[in-house]
T-cell receptor
Framework: AQSVTQLDSHVSVSEGTPVLLRCNYSSSYSPSLFWYVQHPNKGLQLLLKYTSAATLVKGINGFEAEFKKSETSFHLTKPSAHMSDAAEYFCVVSEDSSNTGKLIFGQGTTLQVKP | SQTIHQWPATLVQPVGSPLSLECTVEGTSNPNLYWYRQAAGRGLQLLFY??????ISSEVPQNLSASRPQDRQFILSSKKLLLSDSGFYLCAWSVDRGNQPQHFGDGTRLSIL
């Protein structure tokens, strides 16, 4: 069965410093992995997706993530945090390859950006 | 391009009243559709999903039901709301095959009094 664990419930960085949000996954097949961002009282926005192509995935707003099969990790990074990056971030794995398209969500990491 | 509309944005209802939340998708056909609930400060819980008209799968037993009367319309309903039904409700769609991302609406904040 598939699962995803976000290792930090809360991360605090200063504006202009790097961001690292950690995610480990467990899967019995080659999964697709995603990162989503949610600002307060808004829906989830897709940041990036890994679907078995390049292991380093670039997303929107300067974010990127690297798929490491040997470590079963899919950490999200950004070189320089901006105040507007403060939000909730979800690491997500596809449940299976069937046509239901169901996803499994991590519990989320709250990113705080200090001026 | 595809868009998803969800309304209303906020809703305040008394306990015991009925509920109807609507979600529509434009720019695609035969999408998979999903309803989630997000409790305050917590992750997402999948409530229902649908892979076609009239096809509804329920993920958890609860006081809610879902219907899909048209290809791109997904409705979340309740006959009698409970206090525990409060939360942030999100509708999402994806293409009808596996390993694809879901795309979310802006959500409905439901408060039960």
């Amino acid at each position: 069965a598939q699962s995803v664990t976000q290792l930090d419930s809360h991360v605090s960085v200063s504006e202009g410093t790097p961001v690292l949000l950690r995610c480990n996954y467990s899967s019995s097949y080659s999964p697709s992995l995603f990162w989503y961002v949610q600002h307060p009282n808004k829906g989830l926005q897709l940041l990036l997706k890994y679907t078995s192509a390049a292991t380093l995935v670039k997303g929107i707003n300067g974010f990127e993530a690297e798929f490491k099969k040997s470590e079963t990790s899919f950490h999200l990074t950004k070189p320089s945090a901006h105040m507007s990056d403060a939000a909730e971030y979800f690491c997500v794995v596809s449940e299976d390859s069937s046509n239901t398209g169901k996803l499994i969500f991590g519990q989320g990491t709250t990113l705080q950006v200090k001026p | 391009s595809q868009t998803i509309h969800q309304w209303p944005a906020t809703l305040v209802q008394p306990v015991g009243s009925p509920l109807s939340l609507e979600c529509t998708v434009e720019g695609t056909s035969n999408p998979n559709l999903y309803w989630y609930r997000q409790a305050a400060g917590r992750g997402l819980q999948l409530l229902f999903y649908s892979v076609g008209i009239g096809q509804i799968s329920s993920e958890v037993p609860q006081n809610l039901s879902a219907s899909r009367p048209q290809d791109r319309q997904f409705i979340l309903s309740s006959k009698k709301l409970l206090l525990s039904d409060s939360g942030f409700y999100l509708c999402a769609w994806s293409v009808d095959r596996g390993n694809q991302p879901q795309h979310f609406g802006d959500g409905t904040r439901l408060s039960i009094l």
